[in-house]
Nanobody, 126 residues
Framework: QVQLVESGGGLVQAGGSLRLSCVAS??????????IGWFRQAPGKEREGISC????????SYVDSVKGRFTISRDNAKKTVYLQMDNLKPEDTAVYYC?????????????????WGKGTQVIVSS
């Protein structure tokens, strides 16, 4: 059974940094092919994809609003995907989710992921 568990959220002042972690289990993290990404949902807003890394084309991608501030990375030994978030802004306040696409085309999309974590809250104060 695939499980994704996020951690690392919290309260931070604008301009600060956080590193989110997503520990994966239930599949061969280093050997299987998939796309894994980070999404977020702010109060009253739709969930949006913010970063993705895919084995399909070997690329990482970011939504424009976080380019240059957020970095996605993977540690196969720890079966963990990270999201390093720097220069945080109040508009980054949201619940952050990790999700994986294992079946079909390996790409990240809000409605196409196969498994989701439960999320971790990030609050950025001004």
């Amino acid at each position: 059974q695939v499980q994704l568990v996020e951690s690392g959220g919290g309260l931070v002042q604008a301009g600060g940094s956080l590193r989110l972690s997503c520990v994966a289990s239930g599949f061969r993290f280093a050997l299987d092919y998939y796309a894994i990404g980070w999404f977020r949902q702010a109060p009253g807003k739709e969930r949006e994809g913010i970063s993705c890394t895919s084995d399909d084309d070997g690329r990482t991608s970011y939504v424009d609003s976080v380019k240059g501030r957020f970095t996605i990375s993977r540690d196969n030994a720890k079966k963990t995907v990270y999201l390093q978030m720097d220069n945080l802004k109040p508009e980054d306040t949201a619940v952050y989710y990790c999700a994986i696409k294992m079946f079909g085309k390996q790409e990240c999309s809000v409605y196409g992921m196969d498994f989701w974590g439960k999320g971790t809250q990030v609050i950025v104060s001004s």
